[in-house]
């Protein structure tokens, strides 16, 4: 606390100096954000020690810690040899899906199949299956209850939804076959979520790329570990893959679209900014070797033609159409969109997760065994 002492007054004789009273403690009150900032400052320096401390360990001795950690994590297991349901349970389990069916054609325009559905209030078991199971199957773009799912008597009605399979997605059979519990994806999702948020420090190229990156992934792995520690509905190796997805996904950005949200940008300025040709202001950033890691990238849409080479084609089809009177500030995000959707990145099963939550909230999917 501080202690303030009060001043001598300047001029005073000493009798009136002799009358001021003792020294004494003065509470001084710390507004509420103020106290909320140091507070904040001294975590992040205990962080930033930490991490430091870390990152002067071995690899032999941060594995050891990881370890330890690891033994620690859910070990909840996949359903290898689940028991199938007998015949009284599967209709049940058909009649229940399909009322989810029913619920998602009243949230689109299909009226015919919803009022064809709703004749039906008992849900026969034979016009169930055939009709609304097997169709919906078949037909919907998005979801559907996987036929070979709902036969497994050990899992809920969230772990039967699956999403359709998508060419864009790493590993879709893998998704489909994890089998987390609805508050299983919920925690993954928040576990993703946050070491994005608090390990920032890997987010950096030479961490991912240089000399010591077995060491530091090791180091970003053991900080993961520790917020994995807070959610108890994710399994372990759910916790690693997601670890692994995450630097994979760092590691594209930097290797795949290094330098490019800067190329554009130049390009941008000077083609509508500066109304400089195309093909020249390619050779300017080439002499001027402003990107060097996209050198090679320059100079074959040189060697080739400018005008219709894969660069000029994605500015074309993506940066073209943004506003020349925009600021760079402003332009600056618009082309990182851009950039992200002339290379896209696979979807992960953090994706995979995001969707599959959105749609089992929009059909009212509550998870029942």
Known sequence: MDKLTPPASRGNSSSQESTL?????????????????????????????ELQNLLDLDQEAIMTKCRLLIEKLNT?????????????????????????????????????????????????ALYVYENIFLQRVKQDPEWYFHPEQCKLAGLDDYQRLVLRDDPMYGDWDEYRLTYHTYQGDLEYVKFREEISAKIKWIEDEAALFGDQRMRNELV?????????????????????SGFREHINNLRFDFKDRKDLVGLYLELWKRVAKNKVNFGEALRQLYKEDIFPSRRALIKFALDSCPDTSLVKYNYDTYVDGIDEKLPEDEAHPLIMEAVKKMFKKRKNYLDYTRKKLEIAARIGLIPTT
Request: net charge negative; charged share 30%; hydrophobic share 35%.
């Open 21 to 49: 009273t003792p020294e004494k403690t003065v509470n001084i009150p710390i507004p509420a954000t103020e106290e909320k900032k140091v507070l904040t400052d001294h975590k992040q320096e205990q962080g930033l020690e």
């Open 76 to 124: 909840a297991s996949v359903l290898v040899f689940p028991s199938t349901c007998d015949e009284k349970q599967q209709l049940e389990v058909y009649q229940r899906l399909s009322r989810y069916y029913i619920q998602a054609l009243e949230l689109s325009s299909f009226r015919e199949k919803l009022e064809d559905a709703q004749r039906n209030k008992q849900l026969d």
């Open 220 to 240: 970003a792995l053991f900080q993961s570990l520790k917020i994995a520690l807070q959610f108890r509905d994710i399994p372990g190796r759910s916790v690693m």
